[in-house]
């Protein structure tokens, strides 16, 4: 399967650039991803498409603040967005699945210095060695090493706790599709947001209100969260002319042992096990075996899910609409089935939808 066969075209003024006044205001798309049905809905109506029984499973990772602007000590502006803590060692867990990895170590963590594996522009100008200055020299750091795809390794220096600076002095990554500034960064977080860690939002989880999450806890739906850290893998094209040559950056996530038992116990009972967004879904299939049970993991995963995989966990997904070629539609066609996603893409482009992060959503059961 090529690359290619996952474009669609759309016309750039349907990227939303801004989000809706109103979070579950947004339009839902609902599909059967067995006959690729179609039915157009408001995501505040989602209690109704869900059953007593049912489980949604959200993803409570916080986005950091991780775009820092500042400048070379030689000059030069530079702005760079950290990707993850620096640290983390890959030890292979399921070797049969080479899905999983666990994690140790987490870098330097103290409180006057971190090493972070970082984007940086311009790339050529923040060379090993490179001292950068942020903030007036609240911040200060030094490139020491560059990784196989080319990122930075950047070793920060302060006074004080890092995130705490880094809150005063980032900003959100937003992704590059999006001109406009973001008046209001809560926007790019979900209302469930926990733990900090993502260069990304899981951006499924932003049409959630906190009344809605209320009116479908009342309806006899569990509610149950992971935590997987959006990384490198959702800024990354895809290169490779065929699907399968694309090799996924690993992110890390966290299942908790709750959520592990309410989703194997819904299972048992005949229930559905609802992924909110592409990141929950990767981590619920890469903890599922193949009766269908998940097991708490704390570690990571690189995990492909293109079509010809076998599902072993979620019965329905609530997405945003991708960018064409990209391994997030990718993911959503081995669900649904490529025809049937792309036929639903194209009727959206029709009724004028709103793409990408702060645009609207699908319903796929």
């Not at 399921?94 to 994690?103: F, I, P």
């Not at 209100?209 to 806890?217: A, F, R, T, Y």
């Not at 997904?317 to 049937?340: D, K, Q, Y």
């Amino acid at each position: 399967m090529n690359t290619r066969d996952f474009y669609y075209d759309l016309p750039e003024e349907l990227i939303a650039q801004t989000p809706i006044d109103r979070r579950e205001q947004s339009r839902l798309l609902c599909m059967d991803r067995y006959s690729g049905g179609t039915e157009h809905r408001r995501f505040f109506e989602l209690p109704e498409l869900l059953r007593e029984g049912d489980c949604l499973v959200l993803n409570d990772s916080r986005v950091l603040p991780a775009r820092l602007i500042g400048r070379r000590e030689t000059g030069g502006a530079v702005e760079i967005v950290l990707l993850r803590a620096s640290g983390q060692r890959a030890v292979p867990a399921r070797k049969e699945s080479g899905a999983l990895s666990v994690e140790s170590g987490t870098g330097d963590t103290s409180e006057r210095s971190c090493v972070w594996e970082c984007l940086t522009r311009p790339g050529r100008k923040t060379r090993i060695g490179t001292k950068l200055i942020f903030g007036g020299g609240e911040l200060t750091a030094i490139v020491t090493g560059v990784t196989d795809g080319g990122n930075r390794l950047i070793k920060f220096e302060f006074d004080g706790v890092f995130l705490e600076i880094l809150g005063r002095l980032g900003k959100m990554p937003l992704p590059p599709y999006i001109h406009e500034e973001l008046e209001d960064g809560e926007r790019y977080q979900t209302v469930y947001s926990r733990y900090s860690g993502s260069a990304a939002a899981p951006t499924a989880g932003l049409h959630f209100s906190n009344e809605l999450l209320d009116q479908i806890g009342a309806r006899g739906v569990h509610l149950c969260y992971i935590t997987l850290h959006v990384g490198l893998g959702t800024f990354r094209p895809v290169k490779a002319d065929v699907v399968g040559d694309h090799k996924m950056h690993p992110e890390y996530f966290i299942i908790p042992d709750e959520t592990a038992e309410t989703v194997n116990r819904v299972k048992a009972g005949g229930g559905r096990v609802i992924a909110v967004g592409t990141t929950s879904c990767r981590a619920l299939e890469a903890c599922a075996d193949d009766s269908s049970r998940v097991c708490a993991f704390s570690g990571s995963t690189d995990i492909f899910i293109y079509p010809g995989y076998t599902f072993k966990c979620i019965d329905g997904l609530i997405t945003n609409f991708h960018l064409p070629e990209s391994t997030l539609i990718m993911l959503v066609s081995a669900f649904a089935g490529r025809e049937n996603v792309l036929r639903a893409y194209n009727e959206a482009i029709r009724g004028r939808y709103r793409f990408f992060s702060f645009g609207d959503a699908m319903f796929i059961g």
